[in-house]
């Protein structure tokens, strides 16, 4: 027995941990023992404890640098503002986040006095446009009133007339008749009346002949505004002269018995354009009288 050897090898064994105890192969060589999980875990922290104390000294870098005066509330005459700061934990930045009522109070109120003062405009512009119509309208109106009551002056004026009174006359022979007293048919209406019985101008016009003309008598001829002219035959006498201008109704002659005539009658023709006579009767119906 070698005691040598024993006791070198108890020494070695009380120098040497069981967990480093080298590990022999079997050609006799020594490799070396990897150390176990809890002597890993002796010298190398666990990674939930490296964030946590990141987060802490990051956090607390960001307090210091934002610290102090800029975490604030002031508040001045007239305006009143709020400022926050959220430093970032991981970041150590921070994100400033401020309302300012007044201001945005200000904004709403600038916003409707400008839509106000649009509104106010638009009406401005929609009341002179309608005032503008209607002034036009009236203008119109009064132009289209002033127009008609000339028109009606006119129609008043060119108002057809009896040649003689009513009353003072009967209708001895009407238009187109045939008869020994004449050479061809009767080209005229008749008005039988007393010798001297006024004759008035059956239209407006301007007298264009007062003559003597074979079997028609005593004739005085007015041509009236339209051109028509209108004959009135037999006269004893003559109020007009060539040239007169008369007016409907106004006394132009008087009845008498020139010319080719049985009795005391005027002889009224109408010639529309001094052309072909037509029927007295019917023209003065036109007219709205009643021969």
């Given at each position: ?281 019917n023209a003065l119906r036109v007219h709205g009288l009643s021969p």
């Amino acid at each position: 027995m070698n005691h040598r050897t024993g006791r070198h090898n108890a020494a070695r064994t009380a120098e040497t941990p069981a967990s480093a105890t080298p590990v022999t192969s079997g050609t006799g060589r020594r490799r070396a023992a990897k150390p176990t999980h809890a002597a890993r875990a002796k010298f190398f922290p666990k990674a939930p404890a490296l964030l946590g104390t990141a987060v802490l000294v990051i956090a607390g870098a960001g307090a210091v640098s934002k610290g102090g005066p800029d975490v604030s509330t002031s508040t001045s005459t007239g305006v009143t503002g709020t400022s926050q700061i959220y430093p970032s934990a991981l970041t150590g930045s921070s994100a400033v986040a401020s309302s300012d009522t007044t201001t945005d109070r200000e904004r709403a109120v600038s916003r409707d006095s400008q839509r106000s003062a649009l509104e106010d405009a638009a009406d401005e512009e929609l009341q002179e446009a309608a005032e503008a119509q209607a002034k036009e309208r009236n203008a119109a109106l009064a132009q289209l009133a002033a127009s008609a009551e000339q028109h009606a002056a006119k129609l008043t004026s060119n108002t057809w007339s009896l040649p003689l009174e009513a009353g003072q006359y009967d209708l001895s022979a009407t238009f187109g008749q045939s008869s020994s007293l004449w050479s061809t048919t009767h080209t005229g209406l008749d008005f039988a009346a007393p010798s001297g019985t006024p004759i008035k101008a059956v239209a407006n016009g301007v007298v264009t002949s007062t003559e003597y003309d074979g079997s028609y008598g005593n004739k005085t001829v007015i041509t009236d505004q339209d051109g028509t002219e209108t004959w009135y035959c037999h006269q004893s006498a003559f109020a007009v002269s060539p040239g007169d201008q008369v007016s409907s109704g106004q006394v132009i002659g008087s009845v008498g018995s020139t010319g080719n005539s049985t009795g005391a009658h005027l002889h009224l023709e109408v010639r529309p354009g001094a052309g072909d006579p037509v029927d007295p009767f019917n023209a003065l119906r036109v007219h709205g009288l009643s021969p």
